[in-house]
């Protein structure tokens, strides 16, 4: 691939009318081309919003049932917390990215009564737009211009504030510019470096697209050099979207912090345990609220501790030293995973407290701030 030397033109798609269910979007992309008097040359990249590509798909979901159909659409759980109006989850979605809520959404749906969902597969949904739209302009103009389609979306970022698009779906063109090899400005070589070409794409789209402009698709000119010459169906056999998910050993996100903390301690984002123990609220709470949530954790496995919190500290007492020191160990973890420091101390077997937890049992005291 060679570095570009032409200008990268942006282009909103105006005019395209509200998508409804059954709408052939490469017709409509077509007609949009027509009326914004844009002529399809080998190179050029159509960015779709996935909203009028679920609009079309018909995939819609009752915005009532909304918390069933994000679970319905996750296929694991990477953090969740508590809200004034329910679970929040970030999960990893069925159509591929690690995003909020799987991707469904009630913005821009046209009926406050529905949530769009994404499609199952959004390489296979651009394929069939290229060559949808493809074939169209051979029809209407003789010619067979090879271009690229990405679906785009929107999602958050570890490390980053604000939202920005990225490519959900993709066909036609290289996602990733691979420069690992190669020699930077400097002479010095680049061994890590991969450019993510679809999501810079999907992003610069969208600062002609807008999140409130009703308008869901843009054309892209000047980076013909990543676009391939070949049929709809050979993305099967070249990286898509799909394939900028990192997954396995490659994902450092697996779960956020404080899931990372609780499923080391047997309590799974999403699970039974998660709901019994507390989901983290994301409005910041008291120490007090955090150190029992910390509690349940710890006390999951431990039946035969009993343990409450008196102010700043966590009493525990147990049968015998080892159970005892399997439920202050995990406490202390817990505790830890809920941002608290902890100090902990042996308590005499004949100590009383408020609650007269330590009259006859072994006993340890944490405190917590």
């Not at 999960?91 to 690690?98: D, K, L």
């Not at 009259?359 to 405190?367: E, K, M, N």
Request: glycine share 10%; aromatic share 2%; proline share 6%.
């Amino acid at each position: 691939m060679t570095t570009p030397t032409l200008p990268v033109t942006l282009t909103p798609l105006l005019g395209v009318p509200e998508v409804r269910e059954g709408d052939d979007l490469a017709t409509l992309l077509l007609t949009a081309l027509q009326r914004n008097e844009i002529q399809l040359t080998d190179g050029d990249i159509l960015v779709v919003s996935s909203k009028v590509v679920s609009k079309a798909a018909g995939l819609r979901a009752p915005a009532s049932a909304q918390a069933e159909v994000v679970l319905s659409q996750t296929v694991r759980i990477v953090a969740e917390r508590l809200t004034p109006a329910g679970v929040t989850r970030i999960v990893e979605s069925a159509a591929g990215p690690v995003m909020t809520a799987a991707g469904v959404d009630a913005s821009n749906t046209d009926d406050q009564s529905a949530v769009l969902v994404l499609p199952a597969d959004p390489d296979a949904v651009a394929a069939a737009i290229r060559g949808g739209v493809q074939n169209g302009w051979a029809t209407g103009h003789g010619s067979h211009p090879q271009i690229g389609v990405i679906i785009s979306d929107t999602a958050g970022r570890p490390w980053r504030n604000g939202q920005t698009d990225f490519a959900l779906g993709a066909c036609g063109l290289h996602v990733i510019e691979d420069l690992r090899g190669s020699a930077d400005a400097g002479g010095r070589v680049l061994s890590v470096t991969e450019r993510c070409l679809a999501d810079e794409v999907a992003s610069a789209a969208d600062l002609v697209k807008g999140k409130s402009a009703g308008v869901p698709a843009a054309h892209l000119r000047g980076l013909g050099q990543y676009v391939y010459a070949a049929p709809a169906s050979d993305c099967e056999s070249r990286p898509g979207a799909r394939d900028l998910v990192r997954t396995g050993p490659q994902d450092w996100f697996g779960y956020g912090m404080v899931e990372a903390v609780r499923a080391a301690l047997g309590v799974e984002p999403g699970s039974p345990a998660a709901a019994e123990v507390g989901i983290p609220f994301l409005i910041p709470e008291d120490a007090a609220a955090r150190a029992s949530r910390a509690l349940r954790v710890a006390l999951l496995t431990c039946p035969d501790v009993v343990g409450a919190v008196d102010g700043s500290t966590i009493a525990l007492t147990g049968p015998d030293d080892f159970t005892l020191g399997v439920a202050a160990a995990r406490a202390e973890v817990a505790l830890r995973g809920e941002r608290l420091t902890t100090t902990l101390t042996r308590s005499p077997a004949t100590a009383q407290t408020s609650n007269d937890l330590l009259t006859s049992q072994t006993a340890v005291l944490i405190v917590f701030q």
